[in-house]
Structures are given as structure tokens and as C-alpha cells.
């Protein structure tokens, strides 16, 4: 049997929470034959958003970082949901959409998105290797300072 995505996490030091459930009228993910659009995840610690307000100003880059790793985590959450918790079942993470809450003049975007990209690559290898946008923009829900969004190829099962 294969390897757990929450035991490959966990191997990792971090801990994986269940999926988020929708906060608005969408689903957390959409599953079309082998591929999966997950919906944006911002950065939460269970019910708290520990993250929030805007890189540049009220969020340190490393914290930021850190907002997209809680991110990644909770997009790895969703692919969990999807798979039964099967690592195997990841052919590919194909695309992430990062989203930085950014105040004017920030402009390291693509700096904090690596911490969802590192977490990815960690997690699932060299099938964690994805395409991605790094966006800056003005708020985010729950003033959360990043959101990731993810497109994902599965193995046929």
C-alpha cells in the first residue's frame, strides 16, 4: 500500500488539518477525470488566520512564507480529500496560483510563493514541480496575507 500524504507530512515535522470546508457559495474542489482545481486556501492555524494584513506593512516576508506554507498545507489538505489520503495517486502538481496580499512598493511576490512551491516539492518530489503566477494584490478573505489556489493531475483511479 502506498505511503499517506498525511503520513509524508507528518515525516516533515508539520501537521496536516482536515480540509477547509467552503466559506461561501463554491466547492473546495472540482475533480474532472484525472484533474483536480482546487479552490484558494488562505493561511490558517484550525480556526484562526494567523497571517494577516498585508506584506510590506503590517507582514515580515518570512512570515508571509510561512502564510504560504499554511496555505500549501491546507492545499495538500484538499488533495488528501480527494486521493483517500494516497500519495501515489499525485502524478502531478500542475499549476499554483499565489496570491499576496501586498501593501505599495512590495514587490517579493514570487519570494513568498516559494514557500508553498518548497512545501509541494517537499511533500510530493519531483511530482511537486509546478507552473506558477505570483499576484500581488490589496486584501484577501479574512485579511489573510496569501491564498493559493492549485490545478492537479492523478494517476487514473
Known amino acids: 500500500m502506498s505511503q499517506s500524504i498525511s503520513t509524508r507530512v507528518a515525516?516533515?515535522?508539520?501537521t496536516l488539518e482536515p480540509a477547509a470546508a467552503p466559506a461561501a457559495n463554491y466547492v473546495s474542489f472540482v475533480r474532472e477525470g484525472n484533474?483536480?482545481?482546487?479552490?484558494?486556501?488562505?493561511a490558517r492555524r484550525g480556526d484562526t488566520v494567523?497571517?494577516?494584513?498585508?506584506l510590506g506593512a503590517e507582514v515580515?516576508?518570512?512570515?508571509?512564507?510561512?502564510?504560504?506554507?499554511?496555505c500549501a498545507l491546507g492545499v495538500i489538505a484538499q488533495i488528501a480529500a480527494v486521493t483517500e489520503d494516497r500519495l501515489d495517486r499525485v502524478a502531478?502538481?500542475?499549476k499554483l496560483g499565489v496570491f499576496v496580499a501586498s501593501a505599495p512598493g512590495f514587490s517579493k511576490q514570487s519570494v513568498v510563493a516559494n514557500g508553498?512551491?518548497?512545501l509541494l516539492v517537499e511533500v510530493f518530489?519531483?511530482?511537486g514541480r509546478h507552473a506558477r503566477s505570483a499576484v500581488g494584490?490589496?486584501?484577501?478573505?479574512?485579511?489573510?496575507?496569501?491564498?493559493?489556489?492549485?490545478t492537479i493531475a492523478l494517476h487514473p483511479f
Do not use: C, K, N, W
Open 11 to 14: 515525516e516533515l515535522g508539520l
Open 35 to 42: 484533474v483536480v482545481h482546487i479552490s484558494g486556501q488562505i
Open 125 to 127: 518530489g519531483e511530482a
Open 92 to 94: 502531478r502538481v500542475m
Open 50 to 54: 494567523p497571517y494577516t494584513g498585508q
Open 116 to 118: 508553498a512551491s518548497d
Open 60 to 70: 515580515t516576508e518570512t512570515d508571509g512564507i510561512e502564510a504560504a506554507r499554511l
Open 137 to 150: 494584490v490589496a486584501m484577501l478573505p479574512a485579511a489573510s496575507a496569501v491564498e493559493v489556489d492549485a
